[in-house]
Nanobody, 124 residues
């Protein structure tokens, strides 16, 4: 089973950018659909973005609004989340996750493999 390790979080001023990375090991990365989620203090975890094994993408339209981009490099077993125009409301722990049963379908399946998370803090 694949294991996931996120990196790239940190402290950034409002309007700044970060690129999060999630490296997978122990499985066939190219057969998974990958997602990014986030959880802010006192709030439930929420979906941010997802990418299928063929590169189709989906975003949370409530708050992404063209600021974030998900991508994957199967040769490096890595999924990325580029965060631009960050706002204090984006402060959260960001998690990557993998889903194996429906890697071609952005709307199906349940993410069952999770990384440990990386903290993103945006100051005003």
């Amino acid at each position: 089973q694949v294991q996931l390790v996120e990196s790239g979080g940190g402290l950034v001023q409002a309007g700044g950018s970060l690129r999060l990375s999630c490296v997978a090991s122990g499985g066939t990365f190219s057969t998974y659909k990958m997602g990014w989620f986030r959880q802010a203090p006192g709030k439930e975890r929420e979906f941010v973005a997802a990418i299928t094994w063929s590169g189709d993408t989906k975003y949370n339209t409530d708050f992404v609004k063209g600021r974030f981009t998900i991508s994957r490099d199967d040769g490096k077993n890595t999924v990325y989340l580029q965060l631009n125009s960050l706002e204090p409301e984006d402060t959260a722990v960001y998690y990557c996750a993998a889903e194996a049963r429906y890697p071609w379908d952005l709307g199906a399946g349940k993410y069952e493999i999770w990384g440990q998370g990386t903290q993103v803090t945006v100051s005003s």
